[in-house]
């Protein structure tokens, strides 16, 4: 089974920055693309981001273009979210996940592992 462990959140000032990481802890698998979600609550768990694994395209939801930025790293089977002019409405357990078939960005149902989520809080 594989296990992706989120890391890097915490609290900051609107308009700050913060990064994730997200990573698969023990042996590497093979995936179409990685994303990243977020689940404020009493809201249902969206899509912030996601990145093809081969070629690198990306997709973001629109609140966060412009803000924003998903990358990844193949050598070290990471993938990174770049959080630029935090809001407090970003504010949110953030979730990384993988997809093993190729497949669109969304439904959630898409994506075939989880990481357990790292809280970001951005105060006003």
């Known amino acids: 089974q594989v296990q992706l462990v989120e890391s890097g959140g915490g609290l900051v000032q609107a308009g700050g920055s913060l990064s994730l990481s997200c990573a698969p802890s023990?042996?590497?698998?093979?995936?179409?693309?990685m994303g990243w979600f977020r689940q404020a609550p009493g809201k249902e768990r969206e899509i912030v981001a996601r990145?093809?694994?081969?070629?690198?395209?990306?997709y973001y939801t629109d609140s966060v273009k412009g803000r924003f930025t998903i990358s990844k790293d193949n050598a070290k089977d990471t993938v990174y979210l770049q959080m630029d002019s935090l809001k407090p409405e970003d504010t949110a357990v953030y979730y990384c996940?993988?997809?093993?078939?190729?497949?669109?960005?969304?439904?959630?149902?898409?994506?075939?592992?989880w990481g357990q989520g790292t809280q970001v809080t951005v105060s006003s």
């Open positions: 996940a993988a997809s093993v078939g190729i497949s669109p960005p969304l439904p959630i149902a898409n994506y075939d592992y």
């Open positions: 023990g042996r590497t698998f093979s995936r179409f693309a």
């Open positions: 990145i093809t694994w081969s070629i690198g395209n990306t």
